[in-house]
């Protein structure tokens, strides 16, 4: 393989493998969210703030694989 | 609304919907090419990904970027937004200072809820800043004079560092497309006749302005798609008017012009980092001329927006990392006094306990003593590792969701015009929103968990 087709393919993996751990880790907090919606309906205003919160910081660890991409992508 | 109106606003919504998705790129790539040269959304060039462009001062030492200025726009905009709900303050609030009041309301119960309501009170005004902040720069980072709204001009020199004789310019007019005009030729009877590239890529002019060209001269010669070369002919004799194509610096460094100083190798002289743009050699400039130390030899024109999001400048974010770590630290130093602030990175307690029940002859118990104590003084490095890390991770948070949030909205509205963008303003909205309650929260969790251990509360 040339070192062209190595560098695409090191941009994709990194994309993909990289959203493998968020994706995981949002569907276990979806999971958890309802779950524990459907023990405790009243509490939802507070699991909600929590989830998001959660979900966002899950997400930041998806960007960082994004960013590592991308830059491959622009610079390498 | 009446039914009537939703239909007709779903009916709008619909026709700019098929028109985006006939005119925008998708529909260029079916082969539809509908909308006007004007109408068309340009495809995402980022010109410096990782920092703003420098629009003033650029040849200076500080550089002043666009993100900088839009920093500086939310700072503005953020006191005038607080002068004016704080004006007129009544009893009974108006809609503005209730709408603030409320939202500050709402924070302080947050933060409260956190910390606890002595530190409570003591960290609001930072993290009260920090939230405000970047929720005004992702917010006012949507309005459509950001980004590429207004542009600005900007002119860099390249100048050479040594002196020497020039042996070859680098860069090539670039035809991007086939067919592209790249000369105008007028004929002895007053008509023009175009020169188009016969393939995309770069080429090389063998003619310049006013040259008279006989008719299948060559005009130009393309390189790249064929090895050895193509010349381009002029299809009628004439004098050449105008050479069309620009020289395109596309990367950053790319090499300008290779220089012989009398050393083995050539120098070859780059374009500067973090700046695209239209590159037009100075006049006179040539292969075989001399040339002594910081002679100009080309001038670099980029168009960077004036405004562009502060947040999508990892020295914006860095900067406020840093500030949100040294508060963090701050606050459990003063909290929780020197000696224990220290005691959690510094951990050698428990190892000198060892030490000394080593050397008055109890080995078992000494022996067992050091390890904990060489355990703990690892743990104490790696707590220092952690505390450093998050200033990474705060930098890159707020700088990854926010170049992402951009992108995005850039390549929707690059793919199908005006309609596809909409939803992703929305989630960027809500993105803005939850960035600057993760980088405030985030703050204050762990400040509160800086003063939290040895303190009183609850």
Known sequence: MDPESVKYLAVGLTGSIGLLGPALGLGLIGYATVTALGRNPEARGAILTNMILVAALTEAVGIYALIVSIILGMVA | ?458
């Open chain 2, 1 to 458: 609304m009446s039914r009537r109106g939703c239909g007709l606003v779903g009916l709008v919504v619909l026709i700019l919907f098929i028109v985006g998705l006939a005119g925008g790129a998708i529909g260029r790539g079916m082969g539809i090419d509908l909308l006007p040269q004007v109408l068309k959304v340009p495809s995402l060039e980022i010109e410096s990904f990782f920092s703003g462009e420098p629009i003033f001062l650029t040849d200076g030492p500080f550089p002043i970027t666009n993100t900088l200025v839009a920093s500086w726009v939310t700072m503005i905009v953020a006191t005038l937004f607080a002068l004016a709900a704080t004006r007129k303050m009544k009893i009974i609030p108006g809609r503005l200072q209730g709408l603030v009041e409320m939202a500050l309301e709402g924070l302080i119960n947050f933060i409260e809820s956190v910390a606890g309501h002595k530190n409570g009170r003591r960290f609001f005004p930072m993290i009260a800043t920090i939230f405000i902040f970047v929720m005004f720069n992702a917010y006012l980072a949507l309005l459509p004079v950001y980004g590429p709204g207004i542009h600005v001009t900007v002119e860099t020199k390249i100048e050479t560092k040594d002196a020497g004789t020039i042996v070859e310019l680098l860069v090539h007019p670039i035809a991007e497309e086939k067919d592209e005009v790249i000369a105008l030729i007028k004929t002895a009877d007053g008509s023009r006749e175009e020169v188009k590239a016969p393939a995309a890529g770069e080429f090389e002019y063998s003619v310049s302005v006013d040259d008279y060209v006989s008719e299948g001269q060559a005009v130009a010669v393309m390189m790249g798609t064929t090895d050895n070369g193509t010349e381009v002919a002029a299809p009628v004799a004439g004098t050449v008017v105008k050479l069309e194509v620009q020289r395109k610096i596309e990367e950053n460094e790319q090499p300008v012009a290779k220089i012989d100083t009398g050393a083995a190798e050539p120098v070859i002289v780059n374009s500067p980092k973090d700046k695209l743009g239209e590159l037009e050699y100075h006049e006179g400039v040539a292969v075989g001329q001399e040339v002594s130390i910081d002679d100009e030899i080309a001038k670099l024109t980029s168009t960077p927006p004036f405004l562009r999001s502060a947040s999508t400048d990892i020295n914006m974010t860095l900067a406020m990392a840093l500030l949100a770590v040294v508060f963090i630290e701050l606050m459990g130093l003063t909290g929780r006094g020197f000696k224990h602030y220290m005691g959690e990175y510094i951990n050698v307690g428990e190892l000198f306990r060892g030490m000394r029940l080593l050397f008055t002859g109890k080995i078992v118990d000494g022996l067992m003593a050091s390890v904990t104590g060489v355990i703990n003084v690892i743990i104490g490095g790696l707590e220092f590792i952690s505390h450093m890390t998050r200033m990474v991770s705060f930098a890159f948070r707020l700088f990854g969701n926010m170049t992402a949030g951009e992108i995005l909205v850039v390549s929707a509205t690059f793919l199908i015009p005006w309609i596809m963008a909409m939803p992703f303003y929305g989630l960027e909205l809500l993105i803005g929103f939850i960035q600057a309650l993760i980088f405030g929260g985030l703050t204050l969790v762990f400040a509160s968990i800086a003063v939290g251990h040895g303190s009183e509360e609850h």
